[in-house]
């Protein structure tokens, strides 16, 4: 079994920073791609920021220049660094992994159970 547990949401006031990691455990044989995802209230589920195996990476627009990921491979964790946070940015964080697990012939989606992240004006 695979799980992603996920850690360092909170509230912080506008222009602060906040560092979210997450850690992938279980019966893993490798891990893929890894990343994080926003949802506010009455939205869909965005893409903030992803990170290949091979260190490449990709954010949304609008964290451009304010976040950062990074992934230790071998600990099999991904970190989201978030600076000049602004309250549009608060949301509830879910890490993501395309994990191939023991006894899988394929990769499939696994994601953590999300964390808070309120920014005040």
């Known amino acids: 079994q695979v799980q992603l547990v996920e850690s360092g949401g909170g509230l912080v006031q506008a222009g602060g920073s906040l560092r979210l990691s997450c850690a992938a455990s279980?019966?893993?044989?490798?891990?893929?791609?890894m990343g994080w995802y926003r949802q506010a209230p009455g939205k869909q589920r965005d893409l903030v920021a992803a990170i290949t195996t091979g260190g490449r990476t990709n954010y949304a627009n609008s964290v451009k220049g304010r976040f950062t990921i990074s992934r230790d491979n071998a600990k099999n964790t991904v970190n989201l660094q978030m600076n000049s946070l602004k309250p549009d940015d608060t949301a509830v964080y879910y890490c993501n992994a395309a994990i191939l697990a023991v006894g899988s012939s394929w990769s499939a989606d696994y994601w953590g159970q999300g964390t808070q992240v309120t920014v005040s004006s």
């Open positions: 279980g019966s893993i044989v490798s891990i893929n791609a």
